[in-house]
């Protein structure tokens, strides 16, 4: 099912808990597996996504977000899942494996040393988006990534801030979610492929 339009159709999923997200320390691009909940968290996201139609899946490289994807892909029928290292999560540097209050009081005037912008992280963000667009014109799409790249992702998209911990939603309130035909930064027109998307997003159940 793509979007009413024929637009391209992405439903964004963070991936599930680890013992990293239990324990509330920054992940970042350090590679660390699910726990068991965050496979029964897997488990109930494929549960709800196969409610629709779906004809592809790709993830982040990373673990995490691998398992909860092929965990995903079982209940949907879609596999092999493809990857991408745009969808990564955002790096914290010397952070991470830290919690945050810990990175604070190590470096209180500013991120620390090799963290990666934001801004940076959002760019390749898109690029990963954008490519699935050119690629795979008018399909569903279930991209499993992580936390602060999906919410750095919907402030750009959309503008507007977006919570820490988003739960499930589409882009403006309507069934098949956000077009994304908006313009980028003044006068300067979105990215052609921008055009063809429509997004929503699914959270799985964890925090932190």
């Known amino acids: ?61 990373l673990v995490r977000a691998r398992e909860t994807a092929e965990i995903i892909g079982a209940a949907l029928g879609l596999a092999p899942c493809r990857t991408d290292p745009d969808l990564i999560e955002r790096s914290y540097g010397a952070a991470e494996g830290l919690t945050r209050e810990h990175a604070h009081r190590e470096w209180p005037h500013g991120p620390a040393p090799g963290t990666e912008e934001i801004s ?24 499993v990534t992580h936390g602060a790249l999906v919410r750095g992702l919907l402030e750009s998209l959309l503008g507007e801030p977006v919570p820490p911990h988003p739960q499930r939603r589409d882009l403006r309130g309507a069934p098949h979610g956000r077009r994304l035909d908006r313009r980028e930064r003044g006068d300067r027109p979105a990215h052609p492929a921008c055009r063809r998307l429509t997004m929503s997003l699914i959270q799985t159940a964890h925090v932190g």
């Open 120 to 143: 940076a992280a959002v760019l390749r963000g898109r690029r990963a988006l954008r490519t699935l667009v050119e690629d795979l014109p008018g399909a569903s799409i279930v991209a």
């Open 1 to 61: 099912m793509s979007g009413r339009d024929g637009s391209t159709r992405i439903a964004l999923v963070r991936h599930g808990e680890t013992e990293w997200n239990r324990r509330r320390l920054l992940q970042g691009a350090t590679d660390i597996p699910l726990n068991d909940t965050g496979r029964s968290q897997a488990r109930q996201t494929g549960a709800v996504l196969a409610a629709e139609s779906w004809t592809a899946l790709v993830s982040s490289p």
